[in-house]
């Protein structure tokens, strides 16, 4: 079967044989690993997020029907603490073998009073009495070995130092502060309210991030019995803290957007006074211009002298550096690999389209000469050109929907769960999608226009190649763009990309170019997506008035 019949193929097909099986079988375009596939993703998908599980983890949460649950596991035994006095050998225990295991994974922290990093998840045990119910959620959820972020970042938030964290995309950094921040929580039992807050930029990473903290402190209690309670700052849940239908004392960890945070907290609804662990994922998202000033303010709100503060994300500039260091006390640095460098699994390349039409030629010959392997994501720079390319390629008969502003919550929710399942098999979005978010199998990323900065780049094609696995980005460019792939050209090199001699000698960036990628004036004003002629899009058009009229006038009952 060819390719492109493949990718057109709609989902009633996909109904005959069940979803699980078919969003596990790409067997069509890769036959020869059809089996290992299916059984990998398949587990993959079942224990991954099921969102509509999700969505009701999050309102049970808020309507207390959770902790009933939560009061049924009590019974099954508090396995919490090493009581049993077995005592496990931590795996690194001096400063040679902490840079034998830094070095392995290009890792370079520095600060002062750097603790050593764990070598097994059992370390913690022996280091910081590591609560057994907590170890036991990683083991239940597939994590068995930390990852080198985890690795330096857990001993050091354990430590009770503020950290600043760059690691590559897909690397484990939610859990790299999590895990310390909820055994923090356990070690505090003693005081109620909350203590933990963590800032992310999107609701659908703040929701992905409450996933993920839910999931680990399942069967966790605290003084009294009471349930390590999580909450993911929603619309609903703010209203209920607004009117006091819920008080504000009963979470000990809450994930929110800054700006829903900070409207609960000028309604004097949340007390952010108590907070002990603040946690900025996507720091330097949440330290630029559209976010500073809200970031602020909840560190203004944040009164706990003893305040520990954390900022991770995979792209940290210098600018956000000295931010960090002018707010946190005396931080561990720690970095993972080269910092201006993409996840090194995944494979990029560029190809030259002339201008806007050959954008389209390209994805067309993409799916032709059978490299537009699902799951797939396109980013673009713009809802309208989002919106555009997706009529484009529905056009095409390719499976595909698109993500952008516009479109309300429910159906984002929708079309993540139906990427995410496999039913989709095409995702196009705007950068509202391009940091934080975990979609495990993803094949190819596509810049369709290309990113904004060499951040950008780093995340959107950090969609792809995550977890270990291994992944392909392409980005188009047109003449217009001869000052902005430049920095993108830099980023394919410290990734260890293969650079050919013109690109490298195009790379170099002028002080004036510089400055201009720096405000955003690198890109010019694009010319609309269509391959279709006028006189046919006024067709189209025209067609699609009198199918609306016809309509009106049905249900007018004329
Ligand atoms: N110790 C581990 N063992 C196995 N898998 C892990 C481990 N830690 C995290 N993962 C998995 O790795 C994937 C990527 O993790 P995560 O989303 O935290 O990446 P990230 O570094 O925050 O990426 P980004 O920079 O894009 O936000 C997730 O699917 C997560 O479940």
New binding site residues.
């Given amino acids: 079967m060819d390719i492109f019949k493949v990718l057109t193929r709609g989902a009633s097909v996909k109904k005959e044989t069940g979803l699980k099986a078919k969003a596990a079988d790409y067997s069509v375009i890769n036959e020869k690993n059809a089996n290992h596939k299916k059984d990998n993703n398949e587990g993959q998908i079942t224990k991954e997020l099921d969102f509509f599980r999700n969505k009701r983890i999050i309102s049970e949460v808020e309507n207390g029907k959770e902790e009933k649950t939560r009061e049924n596991d009590l019974n099954e035994g508090d396995d919490s603490g090493s009581e049993d006095g077995e005592i496990i050998k931590p795996v690194i225990t001096n400063a040679a073998e902490a840079s034998a295991l830094r070095k392995s994974y290009k890792g370079n922290v520095s600060g002062s009073d750097v603790p050593l990093p764990i070598g097994s998840f059992e370390d913690l045990i022996s280091r910081f009495s590591f609560d057994k119910r907590l170890l036991n959620n990683l083991v239940e959820n ?6 080198p ?2 690795n330096e970042c857990i001993p050091v938030a354990l430590n009770n130092r503020d950290i600043l964290a760059c ?10 502060f999590l895990i310390p921040l909820v055994q923090q929580i356990i070690d505090d039992k003693h005081t109620s309210g909350l203590k933990g807050l963590i800032i992310s930029p999107t609701k659908e990473l703040a929701s ?1 991030i409450f996933i ?1 903290c839910f999931k680990l402190s399942h069967k966790i209690f605290l003084e009294k019995k009471r349930p390590l309670q999580v909450a993911l700052l929603s619309k609903s849940l703010g209203a209920k803290l607004k009117n006091k239908v819920i008080s504000d004392k009963k979470y000990d960890i809450i994930i929110s957007t800054p700006l829903r945070l900070i409207d609960v907290v000028k309604k004097e609804a949340l007390d952010l006074s108590r907070v002990k662990h603040l946690i900025f ?2 720091a330097d998202k949440l330290f630029d211009k559209t976010f500073v000033e809200q970031s602020d303010d909840i560190l203004s709100a944040c009164k706990e002298p003893a305040l520990r503060k954390a900022m ?3 792209t940290i500039p210098s600018s956000v550096e000295e931010i960090a260091q002018s707010i946190m006390m005396d931080p561990i640095r720690v970095i993972i690999g080269h910092k201006e460098a993409a996840n090194t699994n995944i494979e990029q390349k560029l190809i030259f389209c002339g201008n806007e039409e050959g954008k389209l030629i390209a994805i067309r010959q993409l799916v032709q000469e059978g490299e537009f392997k699902p799951p797939i994501i396109i980013f673009l720079e713009s809802i309208a050109r989002a919106k555009a390319l997706y009529h484009e390629l529905m056009y095409d008969r390719i499976n595909v929907d698109v993500i952008h502003a516009e479109r309300t919550v429910l159906q984002r929710d929708r079309i993540i769960e139906r990427f995410k399942s496999g039913e989709l098999w095409c995702l196009i979005c705007t950068d509202v999608l391009a ?4 979609f ?1 199998g993803v094949n190819l990323v596509i810049n369709y226009d290309v990113p904004e900065s060499s951040q950008a780049y780093v ?1 959107r094609i ?2 792809t190649g ?2 270990g696995r291994s992944g392909k980005a392409v980005t188009f460019y047109t003449k217009q763009d001869s000052v902005a792939i430049k920095p993108i050209i830099n980023v394919m090199k410290q990734s260890g990309c293969e650079v050919s001699k013109w690109m490298d000698k195009m790379a170099k960036l002028t002080k004036r170019e510089k400055e201009s990628i720096k405000n955003g004036k690198a890109h010019t004003e694009r010319k609309q997506i269509t391959t279709v002629p006028k006189t046919d899009r006024i067709k189209r058009r025209r067609q699609q008035e009198m199918i609306v009229a016809s309509k009106r006038r049905k249900n007018e009952g004329l």
């Fill in positions: 597939g994590f068995t070995e930390p990852t972020i985890q690691g590559p995309t897909g690397s484990g950094k939610t859990l790299a992905q993920e994922d996507e991770f994300s995979a940091r934080g978010i975990d495990k995340h950090g969609r995550r977890a």
